[in-house]
């Protein structure tokens, strides 16, 4: 599950955490069906991690989070066949179906 502390609600309630090299460059590609699910990226340490949507056939929401699990940046409705690279830095990326995210806001903090 994953929980805005802030605000208090529920953003999921499933997500599955990617730390294998694997996970990480496959992520969303080739699926047909959107997931139901939170793909959960973890990274060992704070960077800049640019997103693609290549092979992703359906938009999804991203959101960054620092070390802390902060909200550091948000890309809501990212298209497939685009890229994103953030600002900031994070720790963990978080990709959800789209609309999800109305009431997360930047400065957040988030569970799971």
Same mark, same amino acid.
């Given at each position: ?14 997500? &599955?955490?990617? +730390?294998?090299?694997?996970? @990480?460059a496959?992520?969303?590609? $080739?699926?047909?069906?959107? %997931? !139901? ?29 620092? &070390?802390?699990? +902060?909200?550091?940046?948000i @890309?809501?409705?990212?298209?497939? $066949?685009?890229?994103?690279? %953030? !600002? ?25």
């Amino acid at each position: 599950m994953i929980f805005n502390k802030t605000r208090h609600f529920t953003i999921i309630k499933e997500e &599955k955490v990617c +730390r294998s090299i694997f996970c @990480k460059a496959f992520g969303l590609m $080739f699926r047909t069906k959107k %997931p !139901k699910d939170a793909l959960v990226f973890a990274f060992d340490t704070e960077r800049i991690v640019a997103l693609h949507m290549l092979f992703v056939f359906f938009p999804i929401d991203a959101l960054f989070l620092d &070390k802390g699990k +902060r909200v550091v940046d948000i @890309k809501k409705d990212f298209q497939p $066949f685009s890229y994103y690279s %953030p !600002k900031t830095k994070a720790m963990f990326v978080i990709e959800l179906p789209v609309g999800m995210l109305q009431k997360t806001r930047i400065g957040d903090n988030l569970g799971f």
